[in-house]
């Protein structure tokens, strides 16, 4: 994609522009910039996406040295680094996801029904009230494609505006729109949905009819 040029609507163009150029130049100062604005909120993106705290560490750390790998394929543009940075955490956290799937459905599974996968941070899952609900979002983000995953962890979750997040996936501004407005639907159809099947009631016998006196 090509750079986006300066405007007078943006006084930190020339900033942000400088930075990339920094960085592109491998430089170890404004890296360590980089790493310190923004560890928090790559290593927050990658619990919500990741649901554990030991993987979302992990991936904080693979993010910053992919980071530094790919230094050379950031952009001339004068929008700030932080969404190429999230793009690449949200990838990575994804990536992560596709090896624990099945660890974290058998360590839920004795609080949980089988086949259900907590695909999300527990800590911010429990302050839902409504777990029909929880249940149902859940299965609905696993539902998505990854490119409609990415808009949604870019746009919604990061609340990058459509302009950083094309730059950051290296599509044109069109397709976030597009993906984003899939993504939407899809999730208002799934979370819209039937409850998830009841339980099966208990085989144990039902209890004897009580004496509507009161007394044997």
């Known amino acids: 994609m090509t750079g986006v040029s300066s405007s007078p609507d943006r006084p930190d163009a020339p900033q942000h522009r400088a930075q990339r150029a920094l960085l592109r130049a491998g430089d170890h100062d404004a890296f360590g910039r980089l790493f310190a604005d923004h560890a928090d909120e790559v290593f927050s993106l990658a619990l919500r996406l990741t649901g554990l705290r030991a993987v979302a560490e992990d991936v904080t750390s693979e993010v910053y040295l992919v980071a530094w790998r790919r230094r050379h394929t950031v952009e001339l543009s004068d929008l700030p680094l932080r969404s190429w940075l999230l793009a690449i955490a949200a ?24 086949g259900v996968v907590a695909d999300f941070a527990d800590e911010t899952a429990g302050r839902l009230d409504d777990a029909r609900l929880l249940e149902r979002t859940r299965a609905a983000m696993a539902a998505l494609t990854r490119p409609e995953l990415e808009v949604v962890t870019l746009c919604v979750w990061s609340e990058l505006t459509y302009a950083e997040a094309a730059e950051a996936l290296g599509v044109p501004v069109g397709t976030v729109r597009s993906r984003l407005n899939r993504a939407r639907r899809r999730l208002r159809t799934l979370t819209a949905g039937p409850d998830p099947a009841p339980t099966p009631p208990s085989t144990r016998p039902a209890p004897a009819p009580t004496n509507p006196r009161g007394h044997r």
């Open 91 to 114: 990838r990575q956290a994804m990536n992560a996801t596709r090896g624990i799937r099945r660890r974290r459905s058998f360590l839920h599974s004795g609080r949980a029904r089988p």
